[in-house]
């Protein structure tokens, strides 16, 4: 049952927000939004637990599991907690991947409200994008005084489900009235530049700035032009104003828990909002978040755009594992998202496990580079037998593990990973980030830096037009930004077909982009997509609603 309104109340009260002043906004009977402005800011003192997880399978590994179940185990001990997680993606709801809520006992609430918007964040990410669309295309059908070449238009336009189709699109098409037709693209909303700086604000003013600052292509005279020159950022900003604001839901055991903000982790930076993360460090002692994909990505992104952007400080990493994801990636078994699972997954397999541990070893040292001491986690499911949980701790403890733990969250709640929660509150250490690289020196040595240190890559092959693309960008004064690397989360590699297993590589690098809002380049390593499609079978062929009682179903 979902947590009312009412029963909200004493939660905003536990934050230290009087739930009948104006910083509390309630949103119809199951969530609320936090004016954090209006409730004002104060130290930020509690300790910050980190969430990442080795290279995902497509039977999902529990990252958002255990991030609900860690944080209710830590108030069951004593340690006062809130959970800090991303709003899920709207698309692959009705996709392959399903909703983004936890699951079992260990969920955040009301999962279908949740899953389908919560309260418009998303809607109004892409409203504000697709005005700044509109009134590019504007500008140039009434005269095009800033003399935007339509041939270097960078910014597309979004929608908030998986549409293959629109990868690819020309406007503009008709009589002079409907525009100049010109090719473009578009993207799910949570790609969109507008998403990555709604994550990494910190107030209405470095809102407005930021969106502001968002370069939308070139002129003839290969000039950058910005938001602000097309008079769209004061617009972006007011589609914006209730976005800005935390989202307050509960889980099931009552856990205070923000929701905001839901930026990919393998084409942007993969994690909740430094606003809302920030702010519940200065009420809450313990502060638990989670980060997109394995530590490659969203753990990476962490540090070194939103840890190095807002200052802080985490006290402790904990990786997530599956000891089924460990036969998939030695090859024994095999995943498909549809598909019924192999029998062998239930077969006890300590040499596989081994094989597959490989993979846990290539994140623990990543983990371990960026300072915090690290506490592995085996998302148990009752198939997996003493001797394989045995054979991940040998691989934990000799990778550099500060803490080893099972949890069983999902059917057991909070008291399923009481076991995970001291072993993270008898390692946590708040500790100075070590960045994966440096901001000294150029884009191409930034790139190198990361994908030696941190992807274990032997070099980067930069390519001829990436190179005159850095050349352009550093130009430009954009080459100091931190970057933000596009890589499968499929693989150790930047090959989706490597698998999990780490080999030695050499990071490819196609193309970069200038992200001057969001405050970051993007790097192309491969051909990722910015708009997913719909599979044979998508999410979406089960749902509907009850048109009698307005159940929902399929969600």
Same mark, same amino acid.
């Given at each position: 049952?979902?947590?009312s309104t009412h029963a909200l109340a004493p939660l905003a009260g536990q934050l230290g927000i009087d739930p009948s002043g104006a910083a509390y906004i309630p949103y119809g009977h199951h969530c609320a939004k936090l004016d954090?402005?209006? $409730?004002? #800011?104060?130290?930020?003192? *509690?300790?910050?637990?980190?969430?990442?997880?080795?290279?995902?399978?497509?039977?999902?590994?529990?990252?958002?599991?255990?991030?609900?179940?860690?944080?209710?185990?830590?108030?069951?001990?004593?340690?006062?907690?809130?959970?800090?997680?991303?709003?899920?993606?709207?698309?692959?709801?009705? *996709?392959?991947?399903g909703g983004g809520t936890g699951g079992g006992k260990s969920e955040v609430l009301p999962p279908a409200l949740i899953n389908l918007g919560l309260t418009g964040d998303g809607h109004a990410v892409g409203a504000a994008h697709?005005?700044?669309?509109?009134?590019?295309?504007?500008?140039?059908?009434?005269?095009?005084?800033?003399?935007?070449?339509?041939?270097?238009?960078?910014?597309?336009?979004?929608?908030?489900?998986? #549409?293959?189709?629109?990868?690819?699109?020309?406007?503009?098409?008709? =009589?002079?009235?409907?525009?100049?037709?010109?090719?473009?693209?578009?993207?799910?909303?949570?790609?969109?530049?507008?998403?990555?700086?709604?994550?990494?604000?910190? &107030?209405?003013?470095?809102?407005?700035?930021?969106?502001?600052?968002?370069?939308?292509?070139?002129?003839?005279?290969?000039? &950058?032009?910005?938001?602000?020159?097309?008079?769209?950022?004061?617009?972006? =900003?007011?589609?914006?104003?209730?976005?800005?604001?935390?989202?307050?839901?509960?889980?099931?055991?009552?856990?205070?828990?923000?929701?905001?903000? %839901?930026?990919?982790?393998?084409?942007?930076? %993969?994690?909740? =909002?430094?606003?809302?993360?920030r702010w519940a460090l200065t009420r809450s002692p313990w502060v638990v978040t989670e980060a997109g994909f394995a530590t490659d990505l969203g753990l990476e992104k962490f540090y070194d755009i939103k840890a190095r952007a807002?200052?802080?400080?985490?006290?402790?990493?904990?990786?997530?594992?599956?000891?089924?994801?460990?036969?998939?990636?030695?090859?024994?078994?095999?995943?498909?998202?549809?598909?019924?699972?192999?029998?062998?997954?239930?077969? /006890?397999?300590?040499?596989?496990?081994?094989?597959?541990?490989?993979?846990?070893?290539?994140?623990?040292?990543?983990?371990?580079?960026?300072?915090?001491?690290?506490?592995?986690?085996?998302?148990?499911?009752?198939?997996?037998?003493?001797?394989?949980?045995?054979?991940?701790?040998?691989?934990?403890?000799?990778?550099?593990?500060?803490?080893?733990?099972?949890?069983?969250?999902?059917?057991?709640?909070?008291?399923?990973?009481?076991? @995970?929660?001291?072993?993270?509150?008898?390692?946590?250490?708040?500790?100075?980030?070590?960045? %994966?690289?440096? @901001?000294?020196?150029?884009?191409?040595?930034?790139? /190198?830096?990361?994908?030696?240190?941190?992807?274990?890559? #032997?070099?980067?092959?930069?390519?001829?037009?990436?190179?005159?693309?850095?050349?352009?960008?550093?130009? $430009?004064?954009?080459?100091?930004?931190?970057?933000?690397?596009?890589?499968?989360?499929?693989?150790?590699?930047?090959?989706?077909?490597?698998?999990? !297993?780490?080999?030695?590589?050499?990071?490819?690098?196609?193309?970069?982009?200038?992200?001057?809002?969001?405050?970051?380049?993007?790097?192309?390593?491969?051909?990722?997509?910015?708009?997913?499609?719909?599979?044979?079978?998508?999410?979406?062929?089960?749902?509907? !609603? #009850?048109?009698?009682?307005?159940?929902?179903?399929?969600?």
């Amino acid at each position: 049952m979902a947590i009312s309104t009412h029963a909200l109340a004493p939660l905003a009260g536990q934050l230290g927000i009087d739930p009948s002043g104006a910083a509390y906004i309630p949103y119809g009977h199951h969530c609320a939004k936090l004016d954090t402005f209006a $409730a004002g #800011d104060g130290d930020v003192d *509690g300790k910050l637990i980190v969430v990442s997880g080795i290279t995902p399978t497509p039977l999902g590994e529990g990252k958002t599991v255990t991030s609900i179940a860690l944080s209710m185990a830590m108030n069951r001990i004593g340690a006062p907690t809130v959970a800090c997680l991303r709003q899920p993606s709207l698309g692959p709801v009705f *996709g392959a991947k399903g909703g983004g809520t936890g699951g079992g006992k260990s969920e955040v609430l009301p999962p279908a409200l949740i899953n389908l918007g919560l309260t418009g964040d998303g809607h109004a990410v892409g409203a504000a994008h697709n005005l700044l669309a509109s009134m590019i295309d504007a500008h140039m059908r009434h005269g095009n005084e800033l003399g935007l070449d339509p041939r270097r238009i960078t910014w597309p336009r979004t929608c908030p489900v998986n #549409d293959g189709a629109l990868r690819k699109v020309i406007t503009g098409l008709g =009589s002079p009235l409907n525009g100049m037709p010109r090719e473009t693209f578009f993207e799910i909303n949570e790609a969109s530049e507008v998403m990555a700086i709604l994550a990494l604000t910190t &107030s209405r003013a470095d809102l407005r700035r930021r969106l502001g600052e968002i370069i939308v292509g070139q002129t003839f005279a290969r000039e &950058s032009v910005k938001a602000e020159q097309i008079g769209a950022a004061g617009a972006m =900003s007011l589609l914006l104003r209730d976005a800005i604001h935390p989202n307050l839901v509960a889980t099931t055991e009552g856990t205070p828990a923000l929701i905001h903000a %839901g930026p990919f982790a393998n084409i942007a930076h %993969g994690n909740s =909002s430094l606003l809302a993360t920030r702010w519940a460090l200065t009420r809450s002692p313990w502060v638990v978040t989670e980060a997109g994909f394995a530590t490659d990505l969203g753990l990476e992104k962490f540090y070194d755009i939103k840890a190095r952007a807002g200052g802080l400080r985490p006290a402790c990493v904990v990786i997530v594992a599956t000891i089924r994801a460990f036969k998939v990636h030695a090859g024994v078994i095999k995943a498909k998202l549809g598909q019924a699972l192999d029998k062998a997954i239930e077969e /006890e397999n300590v040499d596989a496990v081994t094989r597959g541990a490989e993979n846990l070893k290539h994140h623990l040292r990543i983990a371990t580079g960026f300072g915090a001491p690290v506490v592995v986690v085996v998302n148990r499911f009752p198939s997996d037998t003493d001797a394989e949980v045995a054979a991940v701790e040998a691989v934990a403890r000799a990778g550099g593990a500060a803490g080893f733990a099972c949890h069983t969250g999902f059917n057991d709640g909070g008291a399923g990973a009481e076991e @995970l929660a001291r072993e993270v509150v008898k390692v946590a250490r708040t500790s100075d980030p070590v960045f %994966g690289y440096d @901001l000294e020196g150029g884009l191409d040595r930034r790139i /190198e830096q990361l994908a030696t240190r941190v992807y274990g890559a #032997d070099g980067v092959d930069i390519s001829a037009d990436a190179r005159k693309r850095i050349a352009e960008l550093t130009a $430009a004064g954009c080459g100091s930004l931190p970057i933000c690397v596009a890589k499968t989360h499929l693989a150790c590699t930047a090959n989706p077909a490597d698998g999990g !297993i780490p080999k030695r590589f050499t990071l490819p690098v196609r193309d970069l982009q200038v992200r001057a809002g969001a405050g970051f380049v993007t790097v192309l390593t491969g051909e990722l997509t910015t708009m997913p499609a719909l599979a044979k079978r998508p999410n979406a062929l089960g749902m509907d !609603i #009850d048109p009698d009682t307005g159940a929902l179903i399929g969600v």
